[in-house]
């Protein structure tokens, strides 16, 4: 196993929806808001080579939508999808595999571009593209709470490429590399588990994208279902606690990794490191 994680690009959300119920003179102390309540989130990719598998996980916004669509998004820094593969020695090309946590838009935009003839093309033209069966028939259904977050474009290309892999359950995807399914946040979150250098890494995705979502009720109001987000993230914090697991980050502008302790106040982050102080 040969893994490596890079950011594809900073971006801005508003930091009320980020944490849901928690008051803002708690969570601007660790994400500072802008005038409009804005607050920066990276977009934390990985990249692992096992058993003959390039693999990468989820993709970014993408560069498909208007200057609008955009505007709205703010995308700075970080060092872009293609171009943080080349770095690390890979052409789109080279990609087998791409997994996919789920289809909101930040997660799988990157995967189809506009292509020359006004349609759309994907990016990884040799890859297989995995998202859980459950995401997949929850994303294409007429669903009006995640309605700006399933994009079309970014969705029905997958399917019609034929390169589509639906997963059915929780298990292994590759060698040392295998996934859970979560339902608070949307249906049919996949949460990447890779055995590396005899640790494992538990990609939290949008089960817990930041360090300061470790405490319970630090949710955002993005979650369908906030008390099976909690029942989640409690199951899936005492085994990374029980086993020292390190926790990798997708969206945490600070860290991108953490293991854990318990506190009185319950479990909370132990030591906080990037990712390239475990990577090979
Ligand atoms: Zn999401």
Redesign the pocket.
């Known amino acids: 196993m040969k893994t490596d994680l890079f950011n594809i690009s900073n971006f801005k959300v508003d930091g009320g929806a980020m944490f849901g119920v928690v008051p803002k003179a708690l969570w601007s102390r660790v994400y500072p808001a802008d005038v409009n309540n804005l607050i920066v989130l990276t977009l934390n990719s990985i990249i692992a080579e096992t058993d003959g598998h390039v693999v990468l996980v989820d993709t970014g916004w993408g560069d498909k939508q208007d200057e609008k669509f955009f505007r709205h998004v703010h995308l700075h820094d970080g060092e872009g999808l293609t171009e943080g593969l080349r770095k690390r020695g890979y052409k789109p090309e080279d990609i087998t595999d791409v997994v996919l946590?789920?289809l909101?838009a930040?997660?799988c935009g990157g995967c189809v571009k506009n292509s020359n003839d006004g349609g759309y093309e994907l990016v990884f033209p040799n890859a297989e593209y995995h998202v859980s069966r459950a995401q997949w028939e929850w994303a294409v259904k007429n669903n009006l709470r995640e309605a700006d977050?399933f994009l079309e474009e970014n969705i029905l290309p997958l399917e019609q490429s034929g390169r589509l892999r639906l997963a059915d359950e929780e298990g292994e995807l590759f060698r040392d590399f295998s996934v859970r399914i979560c339902y608070g946040?949307?249906q049919g979150?996949m949460i990447p588990v890779i055995s590396y250098s005899g640790r494992k890494l538990v990609y939290t995705?949008?089960l817990i994208p930041t360090i300061a979502h470790i405490p319970l009720i630090w949710n955002m109001s993005?979650d369908i279902e906030s008390l099976k987000t909690i029942e989640e993230k409690k199951s899936i914090l005492q085994e990374a606690l029980d086993n020292d697991y390190i926790l990798v980050f997708q969206h945490d502008v600070h860290f991108e990794c953490c293991t854990l302790t318990m506190t009185e106040k319950g479990i909370r982050a132990k030591d906080k490191f990037q990712f390239r102080e475990i990577a090979s």
């Open positions: 946590t789920h909101h930040d997660h977050a946040h949307t979150l995705g949008d993005y």
